[in-house]
Structure formats: structure tokens, C-alpha cells
């Protein structure tokens, strides 16, 4: 006798599906931005290589490693006012705005939706002080037009913070 015997399966399905798995384990379903365990685990991976390379000693104090944190002031109350479905509507134009102001910025970085109102950015690119301070203020102002879907205006406002690696 001559020839094989086997059981032909098409897998293309579960290949799809397994990658669109991976997509949702690491994305924020609302914004399609990075989600929380994206942006503590590539912080850990920064933070870790960090702490074992030798010091620089640089004068200019250039930070290696940025974490800016960005919380929408007032948000409860667009929810409260306008229902969720608008609520979710401003936080996927904030995504979107805040995205632009990154991919517009020189030194990049990994943007993330927390969750709720919270956003957060890590930028692993070496920067000055004053680099830092630019890209805050860019983001704040990417964020000061007001919004305005259908008939409504809604005025957005953040608050802010900035951290950086001292090594």
C-alpha cells in the first residue's frame, strides 16, 4: 500500500481569534489606546534597564524616562448632564486629540487610557526639563477647544502632573 492518511482542519479562525485576544489583553476597548498593564509593564521594563545601567553624568539633566498623568476635571459631571453615551464619546475625542499631540511630538511615547477619566503617557526618550514642561502644555492645549457634537459645547479641562527618572 502506498499513500497517507491525515485530517485536514482549516485553523485560520482560531489564529483570528487568538490574535484579536492579544489586541483586547492589551488595548482599552473605549479608545483603542495602550491599557493600564501595557503602560506598568513597559514602565517596569524602562525602570528595571534603568536601575542596572551605570549613571550618566549629564549636566544638562536629561531625563531618560517621563510619566505624565492626565485627569479630566469635571468629568462626572458631563456623565451626570449628557448620559454615558456622551460621556464615552468625549473620552474617545480626548483619546484621540491627546494621540495626535504625541505622534506630533518628537520624542513619542506610549499613551494609555488607566481607566475612568485617567490617562497616562510614558515617554522613554531622553529630555530636558524644559522639553518635558513643552509637552505638557501642548497636551493641556490639545485639550482646550471645546468639543462640540450635535448641538452641544462641552469645554474640556485637565489636570496634569509630570514625573521624571532622577537615576
Known amino acids: ?4 492518511r491525515g485530517v485536514v482542519r482549516d ?22 489606546l495602550a491599557n493600564r498593564h501595557v503602560l506598568q509593564s ?11 545601567a551605570p549613571e550618566a553624568t549629564d ?3 536629561l531625563s531618560p524616562l517621563s510619566l505624565y ?9 458631563v456623565n451626570d448632564h449628557f448620559g454615558h453615551l456622551v460621556g464615552d464619546r468625549l473620552l474617545q475625542e480626548v483619546a484621540r486629540r ?5 505622534d506630533g511630538s518628537p520624542h513619542g511615547g506610549v499613551l494609555a487610557r488607566l481607566g475612568g477619566d485617567e490617562f497616562a503617557l510614558l515617554v522613554e526618550q531622553p529630555m530636558h526639563a524644559v522639553e518635558r514642561e513643552a509637552l505638557a502644555l501642548s497636551m493641556l492645549a ?12 462641552i469645554e474640556v479641562r ?8 532622577a537615576g
Open 1 to 4: 500500500h502506498v499513500g497517507w
Open 11 to 32: 485553523v485560520t479562525m482560531l489564529h483570528e481569534q487568538s490574535r484579536e485576544l492579544e489586541r483586547l489583553a492589551h488595548t482599552d476597548t473605549l479608545t483603542g
Open 42 to 52: 513597559r514602565a517596569e521594563q524602562a525602570a528595571k534597564a534603568l536601575a542596572q
Open 59 to 61: 549636566e544638562e539633566a
Open 69 to 77: 498623568l492626565l485627569d479630566l476635571d469635571n468629568f462626572k459631571s
Open 98 to 102: 491627546l494621540q495626535d499631540c504625541v
Open 142 to 153: 490639545t485639550l482646550r477647544e471645546p468639543w462640540t457634537p450635535e448641538d452641544l459645547c
Open 158 to 165: 485637565a489636570s496634569l502632573g509630570v514625573s521624571a527618572w
